[in-house]
C-alpha cells in the first residue's frame, strides 16, 4: 500500500508554490509576493494572513513567524481540498531550529526585566510544537499528533512519517508540515549549517493521489536519485528538490541526506 499526494505547497523569500488538483489542470501554481498583496522587496516580507486566506485566522497577527509560516503553508496546501473527517487527519511537523528564535527573545526578556519583565505574548510560543496546536485549531484536526527533528532533514523525516502513517492504517489522511523561522540567534550558533525562514506541507491520503503515490520509506543509506541539497537549509534542505522531482513526474527512489540520518521514500 502506499499514500498518495494530494496537494502540496511551499513558502520560501521568493513567494509561494503550491500544487494538487485544486490550483487546476496544470496541477502546479507559483506566486511571487508582490503578486499575493505584498510590498516588493528582498526576501520574506512581514507575512499577513490575507496573503494565504481569503477568510485569515483571526489568530494570525499575534502568532510568533514559526506559527505564521507553518499556518501559511497549511492553509495553501488544504485550499480547495475537503476534510469529511478531520479528525481522522493525522498532523506531523518537522523543523530542526523549533521555536528557538522566541526562546531567545523570551530570554532576552528576563535579562532585562528579571521575572516581572517576562514577557507572556512569547512565553507562550517557546514550544517547538505550537504551530501544530494552531494548525490543530484552525482546521479542527484531532488526530494523532507528532513532532520530529532530524536536523536537515526534518521537513523530509515529517513527510515520511505521515507516509508510514496512511501507508500502515494508521490514518486514513496525514498532514505533514515542515517549517524553520530563521533569525539573528541561529547565526549565533554552530551548526555547520545555515538557511532561511520558510515552510512547506504535503496532504496525504490512503486513496487520492493526484500530484504522485509515495512509498516504502527507508531511514540510512539507499539507493536511488539523491537530491541536491537547497539554499532553503536548515530542516527545509531537500523540500525544493523533492518539489522538483513530483513536478517531472519521477518515478522511483529519492534520497535525503546521508548516512544514518539520510531518509529515501518510492514516487510512483
Known amino acids: 500500500m502506499t499514500a498518495g499526494l494530494v496537494s502540496y505547497a511551499r513558502i520560501s523569500a521568493r513567494g509561494i508554490v503550491q500544487g494538487g488538483a485544486s490550483v487546476g489542470a496544470s496541477l502546479w501554481r507559483e506566486a511571487s509576493w508582490p503578486e499575493l498583496g505584498a510590498p516588493a522587496g528582498e526576501g520574506l516580507p512581514a507575512l499577513k494572513g490575507r496573503y494565504f486566506s481569503a477568510t485569515p485566522s483571526p489568530r494570525f497577527g499575534r502568532m510568533d513567524e514559526l506559527c505564521k509560516l507553518a499556518l501559511a503553508a497549511a492553509e495553501l496546501c488544504l485550499a480547495g481540498v475537503g476534510l469529511p473527517r478531520p479528525d481522522e487527519v493525522a498532523l506531523v511537523g518537522g523543523s530542526m531550529l523549533g521555536c528557538l528564535e522566541v526562546d531567545g527573545q523570551y530570554h532576552d526578556t528576563l535579562l532585562k526585566g528579571g521575572p516581572q519583565g517576562a514577557s507572556p505574548a512569547l512565553f507562550v510560543y517557546t514550544l517547538p510544537s505550537m504551530f501544530l ?33 496512511v501507508e500502515r492504517g494508521r490514518a486514513p489522511r496525514a498532514l505533514a508540515v515542515g517549517v524553520e523561522a530563521v533569525g539573528a540567534f541561529a547565526g549565533e550558533l554552530d551548526l555547520q549549517v545555515r538557511g532561511t525562514s520558510g515552510a512547506s506541507a504535503w496532504l496525504l491520503s490512503a486513496e487520492d493521489g493526484g500530484l504522485a503515490r509515495m512509498g516504502d520509506v527507508r531511514y540510512g543509506d539507499a539507493a536511488g536519485r539523491t537530491l541536491a541539497a537547497g539554499p532553503e537549509g536548515y530542516g527545509l534542505t531537500y523540500v525544493a528538490a523533492l518539489e522538483q522531482a513530483l513536478r517531472e513526474r519521477h518515478v522511483g527512489r529519492v534520497v535525503c541526506g ?5 531518509v529515501s521514500l518510492a514516487l510512483e
Open 133 to 165: 496546536g494552531e494548525i490543530a485549531i484552525r482546521f479542527g484536526l484531532r488526530g494523532r499528533t507528532s513532532l520530529i527533528g532530524t536536523g536537515v532533514t526534518s521537513a523530509l523525516a515529517a513527510l515520511a512519517n505521515a507516509v508510514r502513517l
Open 258 to 262: 546521508e548516512g544514518m540520518q539520510a
